[in-house]
């Protein structure tokens, strides 16, 4: 797994390349969201485009990035999620956390909404 970041404004564009399938690399994009809270970059669009498949502990790192960013006062949406990461998100009820977006542009339009 590969995390390729892009800042847009005052938003981190994050794109995931290969499988969210735990250890280390998936750690690793928790890692990097604390990084940009770090640098006072709350808003974060996590693009999966390039992301064939994940996990239930790839769906853990993208809730507890979720849940920091939240506890921040910062917002994380997801762009271009493919149909079974889709039906992974409906299946185990976290659709209702995230917001999902068709493409990286429509999620950044969304934070000035």
């Known amino acids: ?3 390729k970041e892009k800042m847009e404004k005052d938003i981190a564009i994050l794109t995931i390349t290969g499988n969210m399938m735990g250890g280390p690399e998936t750690t690793a994009l ?7 809270m770090a640098d006072g970059i709350k808003k974060v669009v996590v693009d999966l485009a ?3 498949w994940m996990n239930s502990s790839g769906l853990g790192v993208l809730m507890s990035s979720w849940g ?7 917002n ?3 762009a271009n999620i493919s149909e079974k ?5 409906m299946i185990t ?4 956390f995230f917001e999902t977006y068709q493409s990286v ?3 950044l339009a969304s934070f000035s909404e």
């Open 50 to 52: 390039k992301v064939k």
């Open 105 to 107: 542009d429509r999620a």
């Open 30 to 36: 928790h890692d990097k969201i604390k990084g940009l």
């Open 93 to 96: 009820q976290l659709m209702q």
């Open 85 to 89: 990461i889709n039906s992974l998100l």
């Open 68 to 74: 920091s960013l939240r506890k921040e006062g910062g």
């Open 1 to 3: 797994m590969k995390i």
């Open 76 to 78: 994380m949406k997801l």
